[in-house]
DNA sequence: GCCGTTTTCGGCCCGACTGTTTTCAGTCG
């Protein structure tokens, strides 16, 4: 059972509605689906807690086959529309340019009912004859169908083509053919995993600047070309659309092409509220343009105060700026120093003396050196003897040249929930941030139990990566969250932000859950080699994602501050 | 089927591109 077969499942019944002339059923049916797949916790956690129709999209309706679906594991209307319909939308969904009618069309006259039959019938050129396809579509759907497979669900981790996109942006503007050239989309909302990129210019020769794109060398194919739309796939293993506006259009632009889809969809219904029409023009009294040219008159024309771009995502960010309550979100440069960095004493690439000094050369004032601990085998843990030496090393280096270096130690949680270094050794550190790696499959209540021992040993300054997911990889241990959040609150023990792009945790919404406790939180890149240390941009950017302000991160105090924060 | 400063009925975001068709339906974001 999993919120996503659940979503496929209303995603199916919408695609089933559509095809039978039903109105707007689909469409409600699809924002469910798209609700619950991107929900944070476990849909059968929302039915315990009777949060089921707090989840926007859900009624009555649907929220009985949500639990007809978690008591039985089916949802009956499914079945029988499955019986009529014995189609596997799931899969032919996820090829471009087929949508419920095309779909429809292919099994009433083919009897295409998966990916296989699909391939079949283009192989053997039967589509070509059909009504509404013909050569042209066939081809396209050729050429689709031979990477399906691979292009299925292909989110990268933001952190590690940010670079990337930042320089082709510069390339696009070294080009000269533009005026304005800026990142929209989720990028541009920091979001932790994105599905492609989206550019936003202007240029006085639209024409001679889409082909300039075009033929950049970071370019493999180009998808759709327009005159003010062009979407090619980029080498780097992501979709990238292109799209040119009028400079006096831009602010609205920015602000329609940032998202996300549900933060725009509500703006649109205000300005509706407000006898206005917005588009990614401007927006509209009838045919009179009344803004438009700036993003923030956008927002001050509906009478919403400016929303930096990580918080558009409809959670609360369109309702708080219409009171004025929008918090001041922590800055970029409000943040001082690393609190989470490896060198090679354990698994890092790097030395200690390489680490601070690249540190300094980024403009950081300090870091915390926080190595695996002894039981940690794997990343070569250190035990407490080899962390007296380097803590020795670190004492000899601090306070030179307006630098500091903090005593750490990525500390592991043992099995029972007892902590991995004598507690001499903990008490000579500066920060201590409790992990869980190891025997993390257990049941919930193991899980949480021997993480609250761990917390309220007194010894932790911080949970490191407190879910332990991985993205593309594993999902989020079992715990008890709210129970983690509590003992961190009475215990006084932090939050860790870790910013490593396949990490990215605590994601945002549970940071922002965890903000209702009074706790702070510590951001960490988890650099394991120079490089990595640009990382902590990014947990900077999941805690305003987040809603944090400066107070909330204890990144913004000083080298001398923290240390006097100790347990 | 959902939802509410349009509030328990009657709306539901909006435009670009493509391919097929010859004025538009379907798909996508």
């Known amino acids: ?18 095809i039978e002339g039903v109105n707007w059923k689909p469409v409600a049916y699809r924002k ?42 089916k949802v009956e209307k499914y079945e029988e529309l499955k019986k009529k319909y014995p189609i596997d939308f799931d899969s032919l969904r996820q090829v471009r340019g087929l ?65 990337s996109a930042e320089n082709l942006v510069s390339e696009l503007r070294r080009s000269g ?14 979001k932790e995993t994105i599905g492609d990129l989206d550019i936003l210019a202007t240029s006085n020769k639209p024409e001679e600047a889409m082909r300039f794109f075009t033929k950049m060398k970071e370019v493999s194919d180009v998808l759709v070309s327009g005159p003010t739309k062009t979407s090619v796939e980029l080498k780097f293993g992501l979709n990238c659309d292109l799209r040119v506006v009028e400079d006096e259009s831009f602010g609205s632009a920015m602000q329609y092409f940032t998202g996300n889809k549900e933060h725009n969809i509500k703006l649109r ?116 003897k080899r962390f007296e030496a380097l803590n020795r090393r670190i004492e000899a280096l601090n306070g030179k040249e307006n630098f500091s270096v903090l005593k750490g130690v990525e500390l592991e949680i043992l099995k029972d929930g007892s902590l991995d270094l004598s507690s001499k050794t903990l008490l000579g550190m500066d920060f201590v941030i409790g992990a869980l790696h190891q025997n993390i499959s257990n049941d919930r209540k193991t899980n949480t139990d021997r993480l609250i021992k761990a917390i309220e040993s007194g010894k932790l300054s911080a949970i490191a990566h407190p879910t332990d997911r ?55 890149s988890d650099s394991h080699r120079l490089a990595h240390l640009r990382f902590l941009r990014l947990a900077t950017a999941i805690a305003r994602r987040g809603w944090l302000t400066k107070k909330d991160v204890i990144n913004t105090l000083t080298y001398e501050q923290i240390i006097k924060l100790k347990r």
């Not at 059972?1 to 559509?18: G, H, P, R």
């Not at 509220?273 to 009294?285: A, D, P, Q, T």
């Not at 961190?488 to 945790?505: F, H």
């Open 1 to 18: 059972m999993s919120n996503k077969q659940l979503a496929d499942i209303f995603y199916t019944i919408a695609d089933i509605l559509e």
């Open 32 to 73: 469910a689906a798209l609700s619950i797949s991107t929900l944070s916790g476990d849909i059968s956690d929302y039915y315990k807690n009777g949060k089921l129709e707090r989840i926007e999209g859900v009624g009555e309706g649907i929220g009985k086959k949500i639990i007809e679906y978690i008591k039985t594991g």
């Open 99 to 163: 949508g419920p009618k095309k779909i429809f069309s292919l099994y009433k006259s083919l009897g295409i009912k998966n990916i296989d039959d699909l391939r079949e019938a283009v192989s053997k050129h039967k589509l070509r004859e059909l009504e509404g396809f013909g050569e042209k579509t066939e081809a396209n759907l050729s050429n689709t169908l031979a990477s399906v497979v691979e292009s299925t669900e292909k989110r990268v981790p933001l952190g590690f083509m940010l670079e």
């Open 177 to 190: 053919l533009f005026n304005k050239v800026e990142i929209a989309g989720s990028t541009r909302r920091m």
């Open 269 to 384: 219904r205000i300005a509706l509220s407000k006898g206005l029409k917005l588009n990614e023009y401007g927006i509209f009294r009838g045919d009179k343009k009344v803004a438009g040219e700036s993003e923030e008159g956008v927002y001050s024309y509906l009478g919403l105060d400016y929303m930096p771009p990580e918080l558009r995502e409809d959670t609360g960010e369109i309702e708080a700026a219409q009171v004025h309550q929008l918090p001041k979100l922590v800055q970029y440069e409000e943040i001082l120093g690393d609190l989470h960095t490896h060198t090679n004493d354990s698994d890092g690439a790097d030395s200690l003396g390489e680490l601070v000094s690249e540190a300094k050369k980024i403009g950081l004032k300090y870091i915390a050196v926080t190595n695996h601990s002894y039981s940690l085998r794997v990343s070569k843990g250190l035990d407490d």
């Open 470 to 524: 991985i993205i593309g990889e594993r999902p989020p241990i079992n715990l008890d969250l709210d129970k983690v959040f509590e003992a961190c609150e009475k215990n006084d023990v932090m939050l860790e932000i870790n910013g490593y792009p396949t990490r990215s945790d605590l994601p945002f919404d549970l940071v922002k859950r965890a903000s209702k406790y009074r706790v702070k939180f510590s951001l960490g």
